[in-house]
C-alpha cells in the first residue's frame, strides 16, 4: 500500500512546510572564535603543510600575522547546524562549501552567525524524494568585515535511503 493509500503523505507532496518555509534566512544563534598561533600551527602540522615561512610566522604569534584561510577550520568542529521545523531527523551531510572574503589574522577575533540559508527540494530521481537544507555561517572580524563564510548541506530523504 502507498503511503498515498495509507492516508500518509504522496511521494509527490512537498516536504517543505510553512514553519520550514518562514526559517530561511532566519538567524540561528552565534559564538566568537579567536585564530590563535598555536592552534593553526597545530592544523598546520595535521594538514602536513610545508612552509617554512608560516612556520616561522607561527612560532612567533604576533598578532596581526595574515594566516591562510584553512585557518578558520581551527573551530570548525563548532559549526553544528541547528534543526530546521519538520525536516526529518534521519539525514546526511551532503556538502561543504568555504568562501573566504577577506584576510584572516592572528588575534582575529571572528563572531560567527549561523542562519538557515535556504531549503531545496527535489521530487523524484534516483533516490526519491529529497530535501536539501542549507546552513550558512558568517564570520565577521572585530573590525566589522565579513572575512569568510561557510555553508553545510544536509539531504534528507522522504523514505529510507539504501545509501547507493
Not at 492516508?7 to 514553519?19: C, I
Not at 578558520?72 to 568555504?98: C, I, K, S
Not at 540559508?117 to 573590525?143: C, K, M, P
Request: hydrophobic share 40%; charged share 25%; net charge negative.
Amino acid at each position: 500500500m502507498s503511503d498515498a493509500a495509507s492516508g500518509g503523505p504522496a511521494d509527490d507532496a512537498s516536504m517543505v512546510t510553512p514553519a520550514m518555509q518562514a526559517a530561511i534566512g532566519q538567524e540561528a544563534g552565534q559564538f566568537t572564535i579567536e585564530i590563535d598561533a598555536d592552534l593553526v600551527r597545530r592544523l598546520a602540522e595535521a594538514l602536513e603543510v610545508d612552509d617554512a615561512e608560516l612556520r616561522a610566522a607561527l612560532r612567533c604569534g604576533e598578532v596581526g600575522t595574515e594566516v591562510p584561510p584553512w585557518a578558520v577550520l581551527t573551530h570548525y568542529g563548532r559549526l553544528r547546524p541547528n534543526p530546521v521545523p519538520d525536516a526529518p531527523l534521519r539525514g546526511l551531510q551532503a556538502a561543504d562549501e568555504f568562501t573566504i572574503l577577506g584576510p584572516i589574522r592572528i588575534g582575529d577575533r571572528l563572531t560567527v552567525v549561523q542562519r538557515l540559508a535556504d531549503v531545496q527540494e527535489r521530487i523524484g530521481g534516483r533516490v526519491g524524494h529529497s530535501l536539501f537544507v542549507h546552513h550558512e555561517w558568517s564570520y565577521t572580524n572585530q573590525h566589522g568585515e565579513v572575512v569568510a563564510r561557510t555553508r553545510r548541506t544536509r539531504a534528507h530523504f522522504a523514505g529510507k535511503h539504501s545509501g547507493e
